[in-house]
């Protein structure tokens, strides 16, 4: 009985790694797709933009990552619906990424309390 429980068991664990071998789990499935995606991106950017404004981009991602990402999803929609026909040097890039700041500088938003600001100024009157 023992042996046929072992022989079953072992059986039923080949099967298992057989299947995860041949299929792949599905955090390695993720990192593949996440890996060809990359790949897509970087060849997608590598036909649109000259050495040096990809240069330049990548030291925006270095630099501010959120704005790097930005310009980056910016430009593959650019190339994927037709509007950047030829390379883009570094001084159109330059363009694009003043283009960006002024619409980042827009949306900040400043509060002020006045309350506090109120009970400082009525502690130098008296």
């Given at each position: 009985?023992?042996?046929?429980?072992?022989?079953?068991?072992?059986?039923?664990?080949?099967?298992?790694?057989?299947?995860?071998?041949?299929?792949?789990?599905?955090?390695?499935?993720?990192e593949?797709?996440?890996?060809?995606?990359?790949?897509?991106?970087?060849?997608?950017?590598?036909?649109?933009?000259?050495?040096s404004?990809?240069?330049?981009?990548?030291?925006?991602?270095?630099?501010?990552?959120?704005?790097?990402r930005?310009?980056?999803?910016?430009?593959?929609?650019?190339?994927?619906t037709?509007?950047?026909?030829s390379?883009?040097?570094?001084?159109?890039?330059?363009n694009?990424?003043?283009?960006?700041?002024?619409?980042?500088?827009?949306n900040?938003?400043v509060?002020?309390?006045?309350?506090?600001?109120?009970?400082?100024?009525?502690?130098?009157?008296?």
């Amino acid at each position: 009985m023992e042996d046929a429980d072992l022989d079953e068991i072992r059986a039923k664990r080949l099967a298992q790694l057989q299947s995860e071998y041949k299929g792949g789990s599905d955090t390695e499935k993720a990192e593949q797709r996440k890996r060809e995606q990359d790949e897509m991106k970087n060849t997608i950017l590598t036909q649109v933009l000259t050495q040096s404004a990809r240069a330049r981009l990548n030291t925006l991602m270095i630099g501010k990552p959120e704005k790097g990402r930005l310009v980056e999803n910016m430009l593959l929609q650019m190339a994927r619906t037709g509007q950047i026909m030829s390379k883009l040097g570094e001084s159109e890039l330059i363009n694009i990424l003043e283009k960006v700041s002024e619409q980042m500088q827009h949306n900040t938003t400043v509060k002020f309390d006045r309350r506090r600001a109120a009970l400082d100024d009525s502690d130098d009157d008296f």
